[in-house]
């Protein structure tokens, strides 16, 4: 297979949390868009150093979680009432009382599938490649190690400026990485 | 009194009364926790293989067992006409209570940020799902002919019926069945950065393709983290009231009927209440050994152990509650066939079965509340299998004593298992436990990118990191409010007593190793906000020890009090204030600190006082007092 040369971006890690925390803010600053951070754990705050939005998945899960209740309630309302109505225990057809259970349970399952789909989708899940990979050192990233990524095709990005960037927020190592 | 040189805090380290203890001891730096979590998995003990044979052959148990009854027919089991649900619908409420306590240590915790749980979470929420399963298959068999196991689900089958949505067992079956799915995504969510973890450690091909395809290209983006930790959180909000939802569901199975003994409408919560004390019995019983042969202490503290201890207490006394409010209601109904199933149930023919139920139930768990007891593994270890034996008992009782004896004595009969519902009963743990070694054998038993969330060097802002150059907006809006508190504490009283502090997590975390300081230069000392922090730590530091005068303050300093007036602006604690907030704010308990500081300094004998909930408390202060006047 012949190699591409094609760069991905420079990797750089850093040693800890604060490190990492006070470098993103500096690639904020600097107006950087197409870049990550990557840590083993969830940074407390580090949204807010990276400048990021807030996420959607409530969204998702709210509209999910409703129609799966709808849904619901109107499956049972149709097979119960209108496609094979039966009379048990003297009770309407329409017995609604007794069809809150299996309502609820339907939008909490449909509104659950939301929040894990939904969250696959925006992050783009599963994904068995990535350029990042290419990189021996990011192995650590599940472990002890914290990252930043830039990515070449920013408008910022020029292989030295962005290093040195990197470099003078503390960045221990920064390399760069093969697409 | 050797102890009594002791402060408070270094005799009751893993409970100080202000501050926390440390989550993980020993503060290990990140990739000694991921080591020591992943350890089983690379290195695994001899114990395990014994433990998975042991349950693979309990498991075969379970096979044979539905084996012979998909051969035979239910004729097999010890059912007679009064008593239609024997052992496979007890073994089914009691496996699904079980699987409550996974997703309330998940969920429910999760809600309140109690973060304490993330050392259990993982392993209770593999319980759970292993615990349905074994729940599941219960109504599965019971069925009688398991190949028309279909026909409570929605979809179209040869009769051109739909199922009954009025009957509470076709409510039962959407919520255990979505009640498994919920908790398993649950997991699976959780599990992914884990996966991935093991994924870059894996050595074996094999290994890196199955962990590889299971954590789907996870690489810890902080922008997929977002979207995770929203994700989480909402499930964990779904969760809570699904979890309360299921087993009130499975209580209506009874509670709609018109069987006394089962249409009760304390059924629900006292459902649920029996549930998660069920399943806090079966997390002990699993995770006691298991921090032991896995060498996870230090992750899996006594305070853990604790913790979950109270919450067996407190829900076994709810199930207490409820036992007597059955009898209660029975008495006060005026109903004579409610009555005398409660009398039958406590002495007629099922007595033992009920008195087993009441002291493992009621009676061994308020044992709990001794220290000594809820901070030995050994002794909760044994406590959790008496909770589990009650529990199933709670079942048993439920199921067959309203049965047996119904309306008309003409059918009234006596059930009793046969080999074969012991063979069924035996052989689900087996399942159980065959399930619950592979997943230790296989995965991480504890969420490891969780644990070091919630370690204090994960923390960016920790006062050990340093705290100049901020530069962005964020940043200097998180520093401030610790800054500002610290000018407002008198600490010129307190600071003498903070190096005496060792359990305390803010002292502790600044020799630590794995944190060198930012390559800015805040280690010069003096750099402007750095020494802000720890300042600010102070008065927190202080306030366990300071517990301790206060409380005598009220019966015997009552003639001293006016010495600390000479300090401008202080008060003197008053002693209706004293008593009645021993554990308030900051502020009086400094006062009451200064006023004794101050009756020291005057050459006042502090006096001996009667020994109170903490004697020797009382009593060690005064020395230290006297040694440092000297």
């Given amino acids: 297979m012949p190699k591409r040369k094609k760069i991905y971006g420079l990797l750089a890690e850093f040693r800890n949390p604060a490190d990492l925390y006070h470098a993103c803010e500096k690639v904020r600053d600097a107006g950087y868009a197409a870049w990550d951070a990557y840590t083993p754990f969830p940074v407390h705050g580090l949204e807010q150093a990276m400048g990021l939005r807030r996420s959607v998945v409530p969204w998702i899960v709210a509209i999910m979680g409703f129609s799966g209740a709808g849904l619901g309630f109107l499956m049972q309302w149709w097979m119960s009432a209108v496609d094979y109505p039966l009379i048990i225990s003297a009770k309407p057809y329409n017995s609604y009382p007794a069809f809150v259970p299996v309502t609820f349970e339907l939008g909490i399952l449909l509104g659950s599938f939301g929040a894990v789909f939904g969250m696959f989708a925006l992050n783009r899940l599963p994904q068995l490649y990535h350029s990042l990979f290419n990189s021996d050192r990011f192995a650590k990233v599940t472990d002890d190690g914290f990252f930043i990524a830039i990515e070449a095709r920013d408008p910022n990005y020029d292989p030295a400026r962005t290093r040195a960037l990197l470099e003078e927020a503390g960045a221990v190592a920064v390399e760069e990485v093969e697409d | ?630």
């Fill in chain 2, 1 to 630: 009194m050797a102890a009594s040189n002791k402060t408070l805090a270094e005799r009751d380290p893993i409970d100080p009364l202000v501050g926390r203890y440390p989550l993980v001891e020993g503060d290990p730096s990140f990739s000694e926790v991921t080591a020591a979590v992943v350890r089983p998995i690379e290195q695994p003990p001899k114990a395990w293989w014994i433990f998975f044979l042991l349950s693979l052959g309990m498991l075969g148990i379970f096979g044979i067992s539905v084996g012979y009854l998909f051969w035979e027919g239910t004729g097999v089991w010890g059912l007679n006409i009064p008593v239609g649900w024997g052992w496979a619908i007890v073994n089914f409420v009691f496996w699904v209570g079980i699987g409550h306590a996974g997703t309330l240590i998940s969920a429910i915790l999760f809600l309140f940020r109690q973060k304490w749980r993330t050392s259990i979470n993982r392993a209770a929420e593999a319980m759970t799902i292993f615990a349905v399963i074994c729940a599941l298959s219960f109504p599965t068999i019971h069925v009688g002919r398991v190949w028309l196991i279909y026909w409570p689900l929605p979809i179209p089958n040869q009769m051109g019926m739909w199922p009954n949505f009025r009957s509470p067992l076709l409510w039962d079956v959407f919520a255990v069945s979505t009640y498994f799915t919920v908790s398993l995504l649950f997991w699976y969510v959780g599990l992914i950065p884990d996966i991935a973890t093991m994924r870059d450690r894996a050595k074996s091909r094999v290994a890196k393709l199955a962990y590889g395809a299971f954590a789907l290209g996870w690489r810890g983006s902080h922008r997929h983290w977002v979207n995770y930790e929203s994700a989480y959180l909402l499930l964990a909000a779904m969760a809570t009231p699904l979890v309360l939802s299921v087993h009130s569901i499975v209580s209506f199975d009874f509670a709609v009927s018109q069987l006394p003994g089962w249409h009760t409408t304390i059924f629900p919560p006292y459902f649920v209440a029996g549930a998660i004390f069920s399943g806090f019995g079966m997390v002990l019983t699993l995770m006691i050994p298991l921090r032991k042969w896995f060498g996870l202490d230090h992750i899996i503290t006594t305070k853990h152990l604790e913790n979950m201890a109270k919450i067996v207490l407190l829900t076994g006394s709810l199930v207490g509650y409820a036992y007597s409010m059955e009898f209660f209601i029975a008495w006060y109904s005026g109903n004579p066939y409610e009555a005398f199933v409660f009398v039958n149930r406590a002495f007629g023919d099922y007595a033992w079965a009920y008195w087993i139920m009441v002291s493992c139930n009621v009676i061994t768990p308020q044992l709990i509340w001794f220290k000594k007891i809820r901070r030995s593994a050994t002794a909760l270890f044994i406590l959790s299998i008496f909770v589990n034996i009650g529990m199933w008992f709670e079942r048993f009782v439920i199921v067959a004593t309203s049965l047996h004896h119904d309306f008309l004595p003409s059918s009234w009969d006596y059930f009793s298992p046969t080999i074969w519902d012991w063979g069924t009963l035996i052989g689900s743990f087996g399942l159980f436990f065959t399930l619950f070694a592979l997943f230790v054998r296989y995965l991480p038993m504890i969420a490891i990118s969780e644990i070091k969330g919630v370690m204090e060097k994960a923390n960016p802002h920790h006062p050990s990191y340093g705290h100049g150059g901020h530069e962005g907006p964020a940043a200097t809006k998180e520093e401030t409010p610790e800054a500002a508190a610290a000018p407002a504490e008198p600490k010129a009283a307190v600071v003498t007593e903070e190096k005496a502090t060792a359990p305390e997590p803010e002292a502790k975390a600044s020799p630590e190793p794995e944190a060198p300081k930012s390559s800015e230069p805040t280690d010069a000392p003096g750099a402007d906000p750095e020494p802000a922090a720890p300042v600010a730590q102070t008065p927190k530091v202080e306030a366990p020890k300071v517990e301790a005068p206060k409380v005598e303050a009220p019966k015997v300093e009552a003639p001293k009090v006016d010495a600390p007036v000479e300090r401008p602006g202080e008060k003197a604690p008053s002693q209706a204030e004293a008593v009645k907030k021993p554990e308030g704010p900051k502020s009086p308990t400094t006062r009451g600190w200064t006023a004794f500081m101050d009756a020291a300094d005057m050459g006042i004998e502090p006096p001996k006082v009667t020994p109170g909930p903490k004697p020797a408390a009382t009593d060690e202060t005064p020395d230290k007092e006297g040694k440092e006047d000297a």
